[in-house]
């Protein structure tokens, strides 16, 4: 026996047979588009005002739905690109 270890075959492969940048570029354009649209729906009041007041420190009203814009993108996005992935994957382990 040898104590050579193998070498391990580059992730770029498998990243590139899944398509992961396509599949991350396609979740970025969801996300951001759904929390974009739920801002301005929150924000600009287009149903008309919401029901009840709250306080909102600091930041007031905008600040604070931007935030929360910005984690229903990341999450999004997230979700998204994983299901893209698993899909592609899948479709990937019935060629093989």
Known sequence: MTDDVPERPPAAGL???LDVPRNAAIGAVVGLSLAVGAYLFRV???FGPFAGTRAYPILGPEG???ILAFVLASATALLVATVLTLVSAYQLSKQL
């Open 15 to 17: 990243v590139e047979a």
């Open 44 to 46: 600009l009041e287009l």
């Open 64 to 66: 604070w739905f931007l």
